[in-house]
């Protein structure tokens, strides 16, 4: 069995730690292990981003573009490798986690333009005898600190910005994933990153997360994860004012209004609600559907699903994988039993299938006679089960869909240009699928309002979390 280290100043260190065991879902089996690093093993880590601080960031622009584009070049000549790992540690379908690869890979290829466009400015002074100029420099050392779901793109999207800005990093992977982060460190070392400027420590996420938030090197905090550990790391960056961007949680509503291509929306409903077994922050999470167009859309939908084949993610033919752990299928089956008990009902599916105490599965399930008061309609559920509620009015739909805490992607399908545009105006989320279920992209600026986050990873805006703004008041 593997044993895999931590990276750390260039060198794979932690052989002498504690590990913790990396499993595959699909069947509860050990796969490899990990160091179980602590506070000690993170300040090494911040020590060695640190020293690589003053010469990475003093690099040209072209010279950073060039090593990202290389570590992007690498993990496309080893796709079908790193799809494997990201299938075998968390069960994605081995179709998807192929695409996962080639997301991932976007960021690192995007930001190594856009390195080359941190431009500063110059400011007319306020008489003839000052100038104002005004620099964009990189924040310092960055922690990154990433959960399960996508294994590579959510530590890309953070490596891509920081070293295109001039930072450097410590990433933290989830305990579930920790392999492929550890891949992308070997792809970061083959392509010649310099010591120091990229880390990884794997192992206790409170203990190491301290160590981030209490280190006054440590710059900036950038995490993705539940809105949970994100509201507990926001407290903790109050003492020292770190810098914080968190993609937090999200519980996307689907509107179909009377006027949808109620195929194509079926089509969106299938590949964002069940992409990832429904593991997506982004995906949708409550459907709502004009009372015309109702009855259409739950039997084409219910038809679809009842095609998608559940199994290992390593078979071609598998659509949805297992879920990845205990924790997450109990939390599925809590919001099921519950619309259930409340007067829902499962057109299709509506139970989960337990191989054993670390590896589970749930049948993709479609619910209806759904309503607000039920669990799965206000809480994240992160599994494969769309409840389907019906509306008659445009602003009900509006009203039920901003109707949560959470502000991070919304979706509706229409094809009228007037209803859309009051729509896509009136949703209080950062991410809007008008007729798009799969909106992620890396030129586009990705992020949550109200609890859902802070700030956006990806786009021209991605870059900017990185930056300090400094202005320098020149007197001639
Ligand atoms: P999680 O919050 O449990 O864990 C995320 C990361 O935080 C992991 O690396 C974990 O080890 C670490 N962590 C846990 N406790 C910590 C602590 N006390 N201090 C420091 N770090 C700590 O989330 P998860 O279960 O891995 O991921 C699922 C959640 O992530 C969902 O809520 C999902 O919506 C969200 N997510 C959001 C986005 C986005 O872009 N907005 C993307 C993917 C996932």
């Not at 750390?8 to 292990?33: C, D, H, K, R």
């Not at 100038?131 to 990189?138: D, M, S, T």
């Not at 994100?230 to 937090?248: F, N, T």
Request: proline content about 5%; hydrophobic content about 40%; some cysteine.
């Amino acid at each position: 069995m593997p044993h895999k280290l931590n990276y750390i100043n260039g060198q794979w260190t932690g052989s002498e730690l504690a590990y913790m065991e990396v499993v595959n879902p699909f069947n509860g089996e050990t796969i490899a292990t990990v160091p179980k690093a602590g506070r000690r093993e993170a300040e090494m880590a911040i020590d060695a981003a640190h020293q690589a601080f003053s010469s990475w960031s003093r690099l040209s622009a072209q010279e950073r573009a060039g090593y990202l584009q290389r570590v992007a070049n690498i993990m496309l000549e080893n796709k079908e490798e790193l799809a494997r790992i990201m299938t075998l540690e968390m069960g994605k379908p081995l179709r998807e986690s192929r695409g996962e690869v080639q997301y991932a890979a976007s960021f690192l290829e995007w930001y190594a333009e856009e390195a080359k466009r941190i431009y500063g400015r110059t400011v007319p002074g306020r008489d003839a005898s000052q100038r104002i100029l005004v620099l964009k420099q990189p924040v310092g050392v960055v922690a990154a600190i990433t959960p399960w779901n996508f294994p590579a793109a959510m530590v890309t999207r953070k490596l891509g910005p920081a070293l295109a800005a001039g930072c450097t990093i410590i990433v933290k992977p989830a305990e579930q994933t920790p392999l492929t982060a550890i891949r992308l460190m070997e792809y970061c070392e083959q392509a010649g990153i310099p010591h120091g400027v990229v880390n990884l420590v794997t192992g206790d996420p409170a203990e190491i997360g301290d160590a981030f938030m209490s280190n006054p090197l440590v710059r900036k905090i950038t995490f993705t994860g539940s809105t949970a550990v994100g509201k507990h790391l926001i407290r903790k960056s109050a003492d020292q004012v770190k810098k914080v961007s968190m993609e937090l949680g999200g519980h996307a509503p689907m509107i179909v209004f009377e006027d949808a291509d109620v195929e194509k929306a079926v089509q969106g409903a299938i590949s964002s609600k069940f992409r990832n077994a429904g593991q997506t922050c982004i995906c949708m999470n409550r459907i709502y559907v004009h009372e015309k167009v109702y009855d259409r859309f739950v039997q084409a939908f219910a038809e679809a699903v009842s095609q998608l084949k559940v199994g290992d993610g390593l078979d071609e033919h598998t659509h949805v994988g297992p879920i990845i752990d205990r924790d997450g299928y109990e939390k599925i089956d809590r919001h099921v039993q519950d619309a259930l008990e409340k007067g829902a009902k499962a057109v299709i599916g509506g139970r989960g299938h337990i191989v054993n105490e670390r590896a589970c599965f749930y049948q993709p399930t479609v619910l209806t006679n759904v309503n607000s008061d039920m669990l799965i309609m206000y809480e994240e559920t992160f599994g494969p089960v769309a409840p389907i509620q019906t509306f008659q009015r445009d602003e009900e739909a509006i009203a039920l869909a901003n109707a949560s805490p959470y502000g991070l992607a919304a979706y509706f399908y229409t094809e009228s240009m007037k209803r859309g545009t009051k729509v896509m105006e009136a949703l209080e989320y950062g991410i809007i699928g008008w007729n798009d279920a799969l909106p992620s992209t890396a030129q586009a600026p990705f992020g949550g309002m109200k609890e859902s986050g802070i700030g956006r990873e990806g786009g021209s805006e991605g870059i900017e979390p990185y930056l300090e703004t400094k202005y320098v008041s020149v007197g001639i």
